[in-house]
């Protein structure tokens, strides 16, 4: 089986890495899937949230990054891929879950998502994560240490 982790990644933090770990001990393998948002440019580029992702995880050869643009369910059909993992990290989450999920299956409809439930400790979301870095607040507990030095050389880039 197949599993892809969607997500703009931009950066990845430790709650994504605490939704990933979950799923490859259920699954064994993973595809962190990033999606490409013409309409906006993001803080990193897709290859630097590749390089980001790929260090989180050491390079575990279990955990393979991929990106994509259009729908999520055209990738999944041409990788073969039916099992999507996103995370949840408290009730508001839900919503916009539920009805993802519900629209995927409608296009798609051997598509299944589950649904890991983020740790206490890791309740943030990255654009909080953009925000606050850039605001020169402290983010080293909340994403990998790679990301928060990427972190650092954007901001310095942008007070420069
Ligand atoms: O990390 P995010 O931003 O919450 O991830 C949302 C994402 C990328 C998984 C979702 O927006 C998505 O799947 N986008 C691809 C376009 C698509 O398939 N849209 C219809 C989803 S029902």
């Known amino acids: 089986m197949t599993a892809i982790y969607p997500g703009s990644f931009d950066p990845i933090t430790n709650g ?5 770990r979950r799923a490859l001990s259920l699954f064994g393998g993973l595809t962190v899937l990033i999606a490409k948002n013409p309409r906006k440019a993001g803080l990193f580029t897709i290859e630097e949230r590749t390089e980001l992702i790929l260090g989180a995880f050491d390079h575990d050869p279990r955990v393979k990054v991929d990106a994509f ?3 999520l369910v055209d990738y999944a059909r041409t990788a073969g891929a039916n099992l999507v993992i996103r995370g949840l990290r408290a009730v508001a989450d839900f919503e916009y879950e539920f009805q993802m999920a519900n629209m995927n299956r409608h296009l798609y409809p051997s598509m299944e998502t589950a649904f890991l439930m983020t740790g206490a400790d890791f309740y943030v979301s990255s654009s909080l994560v953009r925000e606050v870095s850039a605001l020169g607040g402290n983010i080293d507990d909340l994403v990998p240490p790679g990301v928060a030095v990427a972190l650092r050389e954007k901001v310095a880039k942008r007070t420069a």
Request: proline share 0%; aromatic share 0%.
């Open 16 to 20: 994504h890495i605490d939704i990933a």
């Open 69 to 71: 643009e259009g729908l």
